[in-house]
C-alpha cells in the first residue's frame, strides 16, 4: 500500500527559500532581527549592510558605507538620469521613469562592479603568483594596453580628475578601511601613464569598488549599493523632469547639441541654492 505523504523520489512542493528575511501575520524578521526593534534604532546604511551581508556593520563601516553612498547618489545630467528625464517627458508613472534611468547602468556607466570583479581576481593571482602588487598592476596595464581592453574603473569623460575619488580616499585612511584592493588600484592608476599617452586616474565607480572589496563586498553587492545610491537622484530628476518641463523633451526646433554636453549643464543653468557649506 502506497503511503500517504512525500514520496523519497517524489519533488519537494514549491516554496520560497531565503536567508534575508521571513514574516508572519504578526512578525516581520530581518536576518533574524524583529524589523520593529530595527526600526529607530538603526540608520538606512545600517541595514543596508545587514541586508546584503546578514551581519550588523561596525562604526567604521557604517561611515564609510554612507560617505560612499553620499558622493555617488547625484552626479547632475549622466547617462542615466537623463535617460529618466527623456522617459518621464512621455507621462509615464514616476517607477518606469526611475526604471529607464536604471537600465543604463551597465558595464560603462555606474560600473563598480566590473572593476571590483578585476581587483578581487588581480589580487588573488598575485598572490597565488607570489606577485607584488605593484608587479601585478604592471602586467596587468601592459596586458590591457596591448589588447586594447577597457580598464574600466579609470578615466572619466567629463573630468580629467574625478572629484569625488580624493575625497572617498581620505575618509577610508581616516576610517582604517585599507586593504590590497585600493593599493592594487593606485598601482594600476601609476602603471598608466607608462602605457598610454597619459595617466589614466581612478574614477568614482573605481575607488568604489577597491574600498567596499577591502570590506569585503561582492561584485554584486557592489553593484547594489551603486544602483540604491543613484536612484535617489533618478527619482529626483525624474519629478523635477515631471513638475517643470513639458512633455515630449527636446521635440521642439532648437539646434541640438549632444545631450550630455557640459555646455548643457553649466552653473548658468542651475537654479537651485547657491553655494553653502555644513559648517555654516
Known amino acids: 500500500m502506497r ?5 523519497k523520489n517524489q519533488k ?3 516554496h520560497w527559500r531565503t536567508a534575508i528575511s521571513y514574516k508572519t501575520r504578526d512578525e ?3 536576518r533574524g532581527y524583529d ?10 546604511a545600517s541595514m543596508v549592510h545587514l541586508v546584503l551581508k546578514g551581519e550588523l556593520p561596525d562604526d567604521p563601516c557604517v561611515k564609510m558605507i554612507n560617505a560612499i553612498m553620499v558622493s555617488f547618489c547625484e552626479h547632475a545630467f549622466s547617462p542615466s538620469s537623463v535617460s529618466s528625464r527623456f522617459v518621464a517627458s512621455g507621462g509615464v508613472p514616476l517607477n518606469t521613469a526611475v526604471a529607464g534611468g536604471m537600465l543604463t547602468m551597465g558595464e560603462r556607466h555606474a560600473s563598480a562592479d566590473i572593476p571590483a570583479q578585476m581587483f578581487q581576481a588581480a ?6 603568483k607570489g606577485l607584488s602588487l605593484n608587479e601585478m598592476a604592471e602586467k ?8 586594447k581592453k577597457i580598464l574600466n574603473g579609470y578615466h572619466h569623460p567629463q573630468h580629467i580628475r574625478d572629484p569625488r575619488v580624493d575625497r572617498l580616499c581620505e575618509l577610508a585612511a581616516e576610517y582604517g578601511i585599507q586593504g590590497p584592493h585600493q593599493q592594487l588600484a593606485h598601482a594600476i592608476q601609476d602603471a598608466t601613464g607608462r602605457y598610454y599617452s597619459r595617466t589614466l586616474y581612478l574614477n568614482a565607480p573605481g575607488i568604489m569598488a577597491a574600498i567596499l572589496s577591502d570590506m569585503d563586498f561582492t561584485p554584486g553587492q557592489i553593484k547594489g549599493l551603486a544602483i540604491l545610491s543613484r536612484t535617489v537622484s ?20 532648437s539646434e541640438i547639441t549632444q545631450p550630455l554636453d557640459l555646455s548643457l549643464q553649466s552653473p548658468e543653468y542651475y537654479d537651485g541654492p547657491g553655494k553653502r557649506s555644513l559648517e555654516e
Open 234 to 253: 533618478l527619482v529626483a530628476h525624474s519629478l523635477e523632469e515631471q513638475d517643470r518641463e513639458k512633455a515630449w523633451r527636446g521635440s521642439g526646433n
Open 123 to 128: 589580487v588573488l593571482q598575485a598572490d597565488k
Open 12 to 14: 519537494e512542493p514549491f
Open 3 to 7: 503511503s500517504i505523504g512525500i514520496l
Open 140 to 147: 596587468m596595464v601592459r596586458e590591457y594596453r596591448a589588447e
Open 35 to 44: 524589523l520593529n526593534e530595527l526600526t529607530g534604532n538603526l540608520d538606512f
Open 28 to 30: 516581520i524578521n530581518v
